[in-house]
């Protein structure tokens, strides 16, 4: 007997999700182009990208809000395109919360299990089960507007999970909450997914709530998938330019000439003068291509390296004065301009509580990295 959506499941070693080729287009506009992605069941993957990149129109075509022009969604190696949304095993936590204003929490959490015509009593014991999971106990009878940002999340959430749904989807779920319940909520929505064991997927155009949350980040850019891979790994080897600029700070210098000395490259840039870099692990040709250096691995002194890596990064110091500063509490970003005309970024932890170490504006200081600490990207 052929399986339904609602008994998909994958196969030993076999992804719980694979996208083959999707594209969608409205009219002219291709807001996917081409993607294919496989998530391993049990995953907490991100899909990360600027606004219009196609990232929320990919996730709508997973729930089943809009059908693909092009490719094969599969879940479990079943194609659930001809399943509706609500014959999927999957829900969708939408950005709004789409709660009913009103109904109580209770009668929220409770709508889908009574679609799906589960007895009464079990629906009973279910919502308990959610409103026990998402923190709510005592809330069960309030309206939407009785409750805080943070409480119809949790509500919004709860309504999600209580059909146990194999994958669930976030559509920028904590958009609409403040940096510090944001932050609480991002490690209670890993703890849960953790506990569950299921697969979530979140829409995000915020690198960092990507990076703390997921396991894997799938970064899109023009309806396709620029690189994928886990958060390390896109912050400290970004495939493109474009790639290290979106995620996270960097200092970019293009290169002007090049020459190899031994396992190195030591390369001219307009903007810093002369570096010497790793050699990079992909052939580079003869395309164009920049040096790139995260803002936490440049160093500052007063007379130049010192320490232990003193001699390593002693072949790229550069010499300028602090253009202008900015204090973040845990650390503070210095932007020095450069003898050579360009402009470095550096960030640099406050170990000490007072600003006995921090420099000023004006002030000469020295700057330095070692060849490792620099990536070459194409440009």
């Avoid at 507007?145 to 943070?150: E, I, T, V």
């Avoid at 250096?293 to 890596?309: D, Y």
Wanted: proline share 5%; aromatic share 6%.
């Amino acid at each position: 007997m052929a399986r339904s959506a609602g008994d998909a499941h994958p196969a030993a070693g076999e992804p719980l999700l694979r996208i083959e080729s999707v594209a969608k287009a409205f009219g002219t506009f291709r807001a996917v182009d081409g993607v294919s992605l496989d998530i391993k069941a049990g995953e907490f993957f991100a899909l990360l990208g600027p606004s219009g990149c196609g990232k929320t129109t990919l996730l709508r075509m997973l729930a089943g809000f809009e059908s693909p022009d092009e490719g094969r969604i599969l879940l479990g190696g079943k194609d659930i395109a001809p399943a509706l949304p609500h014959e999927r095993p999957i829900n969708m936590m939408f950005q709004n919360y789409a709660l009913f204003p009103h109904l109580s929490v209770r009668d929220n959490i409770a709508f889908g299990l009574r679609r799906a015509n589960m007895a009464r009593a079990d629906i009973a014991t279910r919502v308990a089960e959610m409103v026990a999971l998402v923190k709510l106990e005592g809330l069960e009878k309030r309206k939407p507007d009785q409750l805080s940002g943070g409480q119809r999340q949790r509500v919004a959430l709860a309504r999600a999970l209580a059909r146990r749904p194999q994958l669930l989807l976030l559509d920028e779920p904590l958009a609409a909450l403040d940096k510090k319940l944001r932050e609480s909520t991002q490690g209670e929505l890993m703890e849960l997914q953790r506990r569950l064991g299921m697969t979530f997927i979140i829409v995000t155009h915020d690198q960092e709530e990507a990076m703390t949350m997921a396991s894997r980040i799938g970064v899109m850019k023009s309806g396709k998938l620029a690189q994928v891979g886990a958060p390390r790994e896109l912050y400290e080897a970004p495939r493109s330019r474009w790639i290290a600029e979106f995620v996270g700070d960097i200092n970019l210098f293009d290169a002007e000439s090049r020459l190899r000395d031994g396992h190195r490259l030591v390369i001219g840039t307009r903007d810093a003068g002369t570096l010497v870099v790793a050699e990079p692990r992909q052939p580079l040709g003869e395309v164009k291509f920049s040096v790139a250096i995260r803002p936490e691995k440049v160093k500052l002194s007063r007379r130049g390296p010192v320490g232990e890596a003193g001699h390593e990064a002693a072949i790229n110091r550069l010499d300028g004065v602090i253009a202008d500063i900015c204090y973040l509490g845990g650390t503070t970003t210095y932007r020095v301009k450069l003898d050579t005309g360009g402009m470095l970024q550096a960030s640099v932890i406050n170990s000490a509580r007072l600003d006995v170490d921090a420099y000023s504006v004006d002030q000469h200081v020295v700057a330095w990295f070692t060849p490792d600490d620099c990536v070459v990207l194409p440009s």
